[in-house]
């Protein structure tokens, strides 16, 4: 792997744990060195909730944004910060451990000047800067996207200071004009800073403002940032301006002290301007990714970003592959290119599933190593459902795109937890199997209502909530929809959301709290999908219930002897949720499929 940050790290736990070889090497001498400098102000925006109310250790892991993943429940961020947003300087701490504790493997100080590939075997050479060799099968990346974005066609840049070196110190924007290129949370986090010292501070971009709220996209501009859309919205001379830099062939002119934007076709002394006069104008429109270590290799390219016209992120498939590159991987926050503004790919509290996805890709792939798996008896996956639903963190943080299998082999249900939508189509690879267009299998998702996170949306609407059982495929918020395929589903295309090809599906009510464990609006939908699908009788009672009949009955019923133990859909506090008995229930599927 290449570079020591989180993304890279994660993946070489996961690795270590299958007892594959890897090494890590990092051109610094400390791990997750971005975040020794970014974010600039030193304050992150990545959530550290430390209470929630459960001791479910799955369950919590919603809502820590910053740990890796590990089986040590202490090794947790947590324990490094009480802030709700941490100081940036923790998580290098909590880094070091991480990498201390699990003897993670890293060469420091080792920087990279040149990959040759092998066209025969298609073997790496990393060739270092001292002179060293190394030799390897498959190379991941994860490099991140650290170079800051430059505008193409607009002249006079030198004029322009860079978010990564323009200067904290408040007291040089003291009664300044300023002009911020961007409207993303690095532009934010800048204006928030010093926009009570200015005379005003201007925001540019091509497009409106983005806001987490509206979005539901943890990337757009977070509350903690956005202080200064007062001062503009309620008059005070701060401002949000549209233009696009690239484009409109935009010329920054500097004149004295002053600094103007005009058209590239205007006459340079003409006092009609678009903008300005500003003090200082600084570039905060965000970073790419960095292809040079990889120019060597053969059709190395950078991705192409329909969406936002940058090259953001590198090409590659939803098994973590260069397009273009055999062997060549992408792990951490570059991997966002599959799912960015689908999902959380592109930060901790989402890359760390994928990291260890892509560890279960190259174990099932190349070393024969079957993806993770648990079986479950028949009579009692409707509990196992009902419980993972309610503390699933990985399909949780990356909704949409990583999805809880279920195949049913005769009266056992075998679950393939965390699987890339991306790849459902190609299950068998993961499986170790040979591939077969049939397949009796459940897949669960989460997923928002469609039109609901969107720009200009009203997410504080009075009726955004639906509790309605008999309504829940309108459902806004994060809710479970299950899908029921007879054979492999279509492929599912990069930034896609759509699973396509499903027999049946079933959305499952949204709640407030996202405990989907409720007799009539979880429990007795889901138990009627299953058997319905399944053609079989899933009504069941509780361990608890079973318990009771063989200590009072001559013999047990038949359904305690075909169960195996149920378990209760929350573990916390000890709690018992009772599957609802469909007789009594009298709830007909073809009411609840949507």
Known sequence: GINAEYGGIQLAYYLQKSGLDYVIVERNSIPGSFFGVYPRRRTLI?????????????????????????????????????????????L???????????????????????????????????????FDVYNCKYVVASTGISVLHQFRNSKGSEAVEGYDTVTHDTRHYEGKKVLILGKGNSAFETADLIYGHTDFVHLLSRDRVKLSWNTHYVGDVRGVNNQILDTYQLKSLDALVERDLDKDAIVFTKRGDKIFLRDSDQDPESQD???????????????????????????????????????????????FQSTSINNLYYAGTITHGLDKRVSSGGFIHGFRYSSRTLAWILAARNHALRWPSEKVPLYGV?????????????????????VDVYIRQGNTVEV????????????????????????????????????YSRIGGDPFKIDRAELDPYRAHTCNFIHPVLYHFTKLPHAVPIRGKALKGAARKIHLSEDLYTDFSTLTRHWAPL???????????????????????????????????????????????????????????QLLLHDLLS
Not at 418 to 428: K, T
């Open 273 to 319: 301007v678009l903008l300005g006069p500003y003090d200082k104008i600084i570039n905060c429109l965000g970073f790419n990714y960095d292809p040079s270590p990889f120019a060597n290799l053969t059709n190395t390219k950078k991705g192409e970003e329909k969406e936002e016209k940058t090259n953001k992120y590198p090409d590659m498939g939803w098994d």
């Open 46 to 90: 990545s959530i550290n909730k430390r209470h929630t109310g459960e001791t479910n250790t799955e369950f919590n892991m919603r809502h820590d944004w910053n740990s890796l993943l590990s089986d040590d429940p202490e090794m947790v961020f947590k324990h490094y910060s009480k802030e709700m947003f941490p100081p940036a300087d923790t």
């Open 416 to 451: 393939f937890k965390d699987v890339p939508h991306g790849l459902l189509h190609r299950i068998h690879e993961l499986l170790a199997e040979p591939r077969d267009v049939s397949r009796d299998m459940v897949v669960v998702r989460l997923e928002y209502g469609a039109g």
């Open 382 to 402: 409707v509990s196992f459902m009902m419980k993972r639903m309610n503390e699933m963190n990985g399909p949780y943080q990356m909704f949409y795109v990583l």
């Open 527 to 585: 138990t009627n999908f299953i058997g319905t699908i399944w053609k079989e009788d899933m009504s069941h009672v509780t361990s608890e219930e079973c318990l009771y009949k063989h200590l009072t009955r001559d013999r047990q019923s038949e359904q305690c002897r075909r169960s195996a133990v149920i378990v209760s859909a929350k573990t916390s506090g000890g709690a018992i949720r009772k599957a609802p008995h469909l007789r009594n229930e």
């Open 92 to 130: 290098l701490d909590y880094l070091r451990d991480y990498v201390d504790k699990f003897k993670i493997k890293i060469h420091y100080n080792t920087n990279i000047q040149q990959i040759v590939q092998d066209p025969d075997d298609n073997h790496f050479l990393l060739f270092t800067s001292s």
